[in-house]
Structure formats: structure tokens, C-alpha cells
């Protein structure tokens, strides 16, 4: 079974750009949701998305969006960038009746200057 | 305001020694506690996990603490091993929620 894939891995964008990340879901999951992870900090939760609609959202913006695709892939857009959003995106997929069985994927980390 | 605090933020054990990782909360309504551990360039996986109905959950080397009293918990790592090297991260959820609350991470060093 294929886990977590997140692209790209890396990521330099200026001030004021927009980003899309990208993820795919481990085969049979139906939830994903997004996490930021600034350096030194451990993950703060983005939003959460099932059945291709948001689930759940943290204290973000926004200019933090998301969709979920039929096949449970994800996108993660995130519009004017700030130098503070600088930091590793982790993408997280689970079965919506798993409770907390999420399974990361390894993450992109997008550079703002 | 950090609901979930590691205040330690790193730890080194000699090899087949216990590693003590500590975790502490503040909202009262947290009720499910997870560990998840992180190796450089990797996502975090799941380690082990508690309900707020137990005090204590054991799966192999490792065993997490909870005192619900204090807003603690801890997760017990016996023997560590250089393997086990890596940042730790305490997570809580309140209500069956969908949102997880993380500590800062403690980075662990076992020392062969």
C-alpha cells in the first residue's frame, strides 16, 4: 500500500506570490488534512477535508485554502504570501472512522522571500 | 497561548537506559493524547496514543502516562535504543475532534 506523497518537496516563492502544494492520500483514505510546521515548532493544525468538503479548520486566514478531489488527493493554495509563512506543510490522510490514524507525508517546505 | 507544552526541548540517554519524554496541557476538555515520533526529512508517525479514561498504555518499549489531575503526561521508552533517535511530539484532542494540538518536540539522542 502507497502512503502519504506530498509534491514538491521544496519550495522558493516571493512575497505576495500564491503557492499550491500538492498531496495524495493513502489508498483507501477519504480524509486528509494539512498541518504547518514552523522551524522549531511542532505542527499546527490548517484544516481538515472529507468527502471533498472542509471538515474543520484551525486559526488560519483565509488566504489558506484547500480542495479534495474525487480520488481524496489534495491541494493545499495559499495566496499573498508573508515571509512568515515560511515552514514545512505536512499533509495527513486517515479513514474518516479511524479516529486518529492518520498516516504524514513527508512534507514540503516552501521558502518565502 | 500553547495548549500543549514540552518544556524539554531535548534529551540525551545512554543506550538501554529508560528515556522519560514529558508533555503538559492546559485545556480540560483534551481527552485523547497521541505520541508521534519524526526522523529528519520524514513525516511524523504515529507511535502510541491514550484516552482520558485510562492512566497508563503500554505497547512494547514504550508506555505513556497520563495524570489527568496535573495535565501531564509522559512517554516511557524502555530499553532505548540509538534507533530510537528522533523528535518527539505530544498531541491532544478535545471531543473526538478533528483538530490536533502539538507540543513543540523534544529531541531524543540515545547515545550507543
Known amino acids: 500500500e502507497t502512503g502519504v506523497t506530498q509534491s514538491p518537496t521544496h519550495l522558493i516563492k516571493t512575497r505576495g506570490q500564491q503557492v499550491t502544494l500538492r498531496c495524495s492520500s493513502q489508498?483507501?483514505?477519504?480524509?486528509v488534512s494539512w498541518y504547518q510546521q514552523a522551524l522549531g515548532q511542532g505542527p499546527q493544525f490548517i484544516f481538515q477535508?472529507?468527502?471533498?468538503?472542509?471538515?474543520g479548520r484551525g486559526n488560519f486566514p483565509p488566504r489558506f485554502s484547500g480542495l479534495q478531489f474525487p480520488n481524496y488527493s489534495s491541494e493545499l493554495n495559499v495566496n499573498a504570501l508573508e515571509l512568515d509563512d515560511s515552514a514545512l506543510y505536512l499533509c495527513?490522510?486517515?479513514?474518516?472512522?479511524?479516529?486518529?490514524?492518520?498516516?504524514f507525508g513527508s512534507g514540503t517546505r516552501l521558502t518565502v522571500v | 497561548d500553547q495548549q500543549v507544552k514540552q518544556n524539554s526541548p531535548s534529551l540525551s540517554v545512554q543506550e538501554g537506559r529508560i528515556s522519560i519524554l514529558n508533555c503538559d496541557y492546559t485545556?480540560?476538555?483534551?481527552?485523547?493524547f497521541l505520541w508521534y515520533k519524526k526522523y529528519p526529512a520524514e513525516g511524523p508517525t504515529f507511535l502510541i496514543s491514550?484516552?482520558?479514561?485510562?492512566d497508563k498504555n503500554e505497547d512494547g518499549r514504550f508506555t505513556v502516562f497520563l495524570n489527568k489531575s496535573a495535565k501531564h503526561l509522559s512517554l516511557h521508552i524502555v530499553p532505548s535504543q540509538p534507533g530510537d533517535s528522533a523528535v518527539y511530539f505530544c498531541?491532544?484532542?478535545?471531543?473526538?475532534?478533528?483538530?490536533?494540538?502539538f507540543g513543540g518536540g523534544t529531541r531524543l539522542m540515545v547515545k550507543p
Open positions: 485545556n480540560s476538555m483534551f481527552d485523547y
Open positions: 495527513a490522510s486517515s479513514l474518516v472512522d479511524m479516529g486518529y490514524g492518520y498516516t
Open positions: 491514550i484516552s482520558s479514561i485510562k
Open positions: 477535508y472529507y468527502r471533498e468538503e472542509e471538515n
Open positions: 489508498s483507501g483514505h477519504n480524509t
Open positions: 498531541a491532544a484532542s478535545a471531543n473526538a475532534g478533528n483538530m490536533l494540538t
